[in-house]
């Protein structure tokens, strides 16, 4: 069974840094693209960033392109999410996505559970 | 950006009634659409990719259609647990577009 379970969200102060970790199981981790997507409280879903399956190959939003770094570990099947400059705006549920499918088409088909942000002061 | 107009915003619909749910791409997004439920306090639930396969596990009244840019999400008998929010994604190009989402709530 497909598993991944985000942690390392919380309240911070504008300006501050944070990271998220996803952790995965029941699945070849090493084998599939990887994102995080977000939701700010009561609103609809914003792709934030996707890694490829081996890391050689990063995408952002515009909106978090410079203060924000995807990464992975393969070994420990783990997705990161390093958040830096937070901004009141990024505060929202972070969730862990599989990307599956193949160039240029892909979609998300399985979820974590997602963590909450919050930046405020 | 590629927009993903999502209609209507809301639908209050009878059980066992059809309900449909819209996407427009504001550019050819050659079937690479997906639609999500996502139930309240959860995280979202893949229903359909390539615009109308069926996610293994999803109930056989999900159903989606479409081409190009207009895209449809149909549910064949409404049924209670079938109440939620619903988004449309864009996966051609990046940056991954959702639709704003429609709230289904059972009438």
């Known amino acids: 069974e497909v598993q991944l379970v985000e942690s390392g969200g919380g309240l911070v102060q504008p300006g501050r840094s944070l990271k998220l970790s996803c952790a995965a199981s029941?699945?070849?981790?090493?084998?599939?693209?990887m994102a995080w997507v977000r939701q700010a409280p009561t609103k609809g879903l914003e792709w934030v960033a996707t890694?490829?399956?081996?890391?050689?190959?990063?995408y952002y939003r515009d909106s978090v392109k410079g203060r924000f770094t995807i990464s992975r570990d393969n070994a420990k099947s783990t997705l990161y999410l390093q958040m830096d400059s937070l901004r009141s705006e990024d505060t929202a549920t972070y969730y862990c996505?599989?990307?599956?499918?193949?160039?240029?088409?892909?979609?998300?088909?399985?979820w974590g559970p997602g963590t909450m942000v919050t930046v405020s002061s | 950006d590629i927009q993903m107009t999502q209609s209507p915003p809301s639908l209050s619909a009878s059980l066992g009634e059809t309900v449909s749910i819209e996407c427009r791409a504001s550019e050819d997004i050659y079937s690479n659409l997906a639609w999500y439920q996502q139930k309240s306090g959860k995280s979202p639930q893949l229903l359909i990719h390539?615009?109308?396969s069926l996610q293994d596990g999803a109930p056989s009244r999900f159903s989606g259609s479409g081409s190009d840019t207009q895209y449809s999400l149909k549910i064949s008998g409404m049924q209670p647990e079938d109440e939620g929010v619903y988004y449309c994604l864009q996966g051609s190009k990046y940056p991954y577009t959702f639709g704003a989402g429609t709230k289904l709530e059972v009438k």
């Open positions: 996505a599989r990307q599956n499918g193949y160039d240029p088409y892909w979609y998300f088909d399985f």
């Open positions: 890694i490829s399956y081996d890391g050689s190959s990063t």
């Open positions: 390539y615009a109308s």
């Open positions: 029941g699945f070849t981790f090493s084998n599939y693209g």
